[in-house]
């Protein structure tokens, strides 16, 4: 398929006017073709427009047609082939096993929301029939369903081109829960972005749904994006990006007449506590373990161990000892773009700089136009404790090391932390007590607590949570991962003494969907 360079918007497609977006090659430095011109505020209107206009018809389509939709979609990418495997590769530096591995589950979270999608749980349907005979006071027949909060803006991530990007999860749930989409593609892979958008319009066409159902555009800056969020039409936004991005949206989406909810992830540093006797029995083992975590991808996923925290001792000087000389042995690997690397840099810099800081390792140098050079540091807890600026993320293969004098000061330190996505426990049967001790403040802190495993690699299902307190997402009660992602785009309804031809579908006696139902406080099926 040859790429156009243009801004899909409905069923068309639009050359933009405003100035142009390349990608770059972040391996090589060479920009690519086509030059993508950004769109115009008057484009951000039509889109919204379609959108809206698209609503009421998408959002009553029945279960079956939507789940069709979604599984469309993901057979539409898959149809592209090795053309997009090629151009993601191209535009992100990343290796085909794992732009592979990223389509395989962009096109499974879209099959699992179609699953989600016929099973119908989500509508939350809820009936207490009318009892006119109960004293004091009679009961009048009171129905709930949950309905789609009306278009939703979704803003590509640079670290995920498929999985967290145009048919990403965003996509994938707002769809699921009746909501068209308007896509801001991002600028660090607009060709790829293209390719997945051309699949969804065409599997908008084949199911005869709405042309305003998806849009797509491009833009240069915030104008374009901050156009969108502030668009009277969208109802609801899904971010994944820096925490000054997130931030920024958040301020447009609150300053509107009619607020709506950001839902923004935007940083984590992703704490690992090694607890003693972990330590003690293994912690070259464990250090190794780091290290793979730490190296995967650069570094450069949201949830990358960019914090270790034990008590100091010969067991964690042995455990620094043997992740330094692992990050010693680490090749440099091709980071996503020319900004991200000059973040990541600045971000190493400025904890090499830190007098309270000690360089433990750095990684070997790449040869590459802008390689993510992998480092290991080390400070005291009491520094840690006294400096904000030691919390702040460094979005690539570089994780401090906080040494603290004993158990309590350890709490000291997860109690202070910011929100995060993850905490990890590297913990034997022999640091239950601890573990249970730590248990209640982690709780407060992150989404997801791991045990004996790396924060890095998200599982696709149904119990996953990939969310956390401010400032690892804007909405410390909802997740971007997983089956429970697409509550974020709905709300209840409560329909009183409605008449039975004026109740929507899923509310009528004899339960026409055949879903689960709560039904005079009972479950029924």
Known sequence: MTLEGKLLIGQQAISGQQTAIHAVNPATGVTLEPAYLGGSKKDVERACELAETAFNAYRETSLEERAAFLEAIAAEIEAIGDTLIERAMAETGLPRARLEGERGRTCGQ?????SVVRAGEWLDIRIDPALPNREPLPRTDLRQR????GPVAVFGASNFPLAFSVAGGDTASALAAGCPVVVKGHSAHPGTSELVGHAIQRAV???SLPEGTFSLLFGSGREIGQALVANPHMQAVGFTGSRSGGTALMATAQARPQPIPVYAEMSSINPVFLLPEALKARGKAIAEGFIASLNMGAGQFCTSPGLVIAVQGPE???FVEAAGSAVKESAAQTMLTPGVHEAYEQGVKQLAQNAQVTEVA????????????????VTQAEAFLNDATLQEEVFGSTSLVVACADTAEVARVAAQLEGQLTATLQMDDGDLAAAQQLLPILERKAGRILANGWPTGVEVCHAMVHGGPFPATSD???TSVGSAAIFRFLRPVCYQALPEGLLPKALNDGNPYGVSRLVDGKREV
């Open 110 to 114: 879209l099959r699992l929301f179609a």
């Open 205 to 207: 066409a084949k199911c």
């Open 476 to 478: 410390s009660r909802t």
């Open 316 to 318: 964690l000087d042995a």
């Open 146 to 149: 949950h309905i789609p909060l």
């Open 362 to 377: 750095r990684g070997q140098a790449g040869e590459t136009a802008h390689p993510c050079q992998a480092g290991l540091f």
